[in-house]
């Protein structure tokens, strides 16, 4: 049995990544698809709480995706979730695209977080990254699955080392791997930049015809600039 202490509402997806921009000073819009219930509310306030603009998009058929956590101490004993991975169509798909549109005037920079809960199905990502392409607007995709060729247009793919692995189909086990995976994901996507980070080792970085590694003592750079971002 566990007997509840306290509890807490955290954002996830996007929802974090806007809060880590936002913490940077970037100017923040986000876009995404919520349930017609509670915790749409909850999100919409805390995004309010933080000075965050969001355009969150109502969805009758499915719920907000939900994690809850069940915590003993810093031990999880639990994860629940509620979500509904159907891809989105119809009126929630075009408002979605509206609203992404929208807003690419006064965007710097895209980020699309791809959870593969069914927010961008492939020609709503087309649709994006073509508009995207015709503003001038680059666009940094953390990408989900094994095909990540409907990316194709992007200009940084940001890959973690299990999600890099699943998407070349080979373990990346030693540097040689390491790079062959940066030059298979560079050519199947037609991205100028790969990044992929490897936990404690630090990360990987393909930057046109350039590679290299760099450790986790290294710093990054901080952004102030405007972003959108959607999950």
């Avoid at 923040?28 to 355009?55: H, K, N, T, W, Y």
């Amino acid at each position: 049995m566990l007997a509840a202490e306290s509890s807490e509402y955290r954002l996830g997806g996007a929802g974090n990544v806007a809060v880590n921009l936002a913490t940077m000073e970037a100017r923040v819009q986000v876009v995404g698809v919520v349930g017609s219930d509670r915790p749409a509310g909850i999100m919409e306030g805390i995004f309010g709480d933080l000075g965050i603009r969001a355009d969150l998009v109502p969805d009758s058929s499915k719920p907000t995706v939900q994690k809850s956590r069940m915590l003993s101490g810093v031990h999880q004993m639990l994860r629940v979730d509620w979500e509904d991975t159907r891809p989105i169509e119809g009126a929630v798909l075009q408002s979605v695209r509206e609203c992404v549109e929208k807003n690419l005037a006064e965007t710097d920079i895209l980020v699309l977080s791809d959870y593969g809960k069914g927010t961008l199905p492939p020609g709503l990502l087309r649709s994006i990254l073509t508009a995207a392409q015709a503003q001038g607007v680059p666009v940094v995709v953390d990408p989900k699955g094994a095909d990540y060729s409907r990316y194709r247009g992007a200009t940084l793919l940001t890959p973690n080392r299990r999600e890099a692995e699943v998407a070349v189909g080979c373990a990346l086990d030693s540097d040689e791997a390491i790079v062959e995976a940066g030059n298979r994901l560079k050519e199947q996507v037609q991205v100028d930049k790969v990044v992929i980070t490897l936990g404690p080792r630090g990360i990987y970085f393909r930057d046109g015809d350039r590679d290299g590694q760099r450790g986790p003592d290294r710093k990054s750079t901080r952004l102030n600039s405007s972003h959108t971002s959607i999950s």
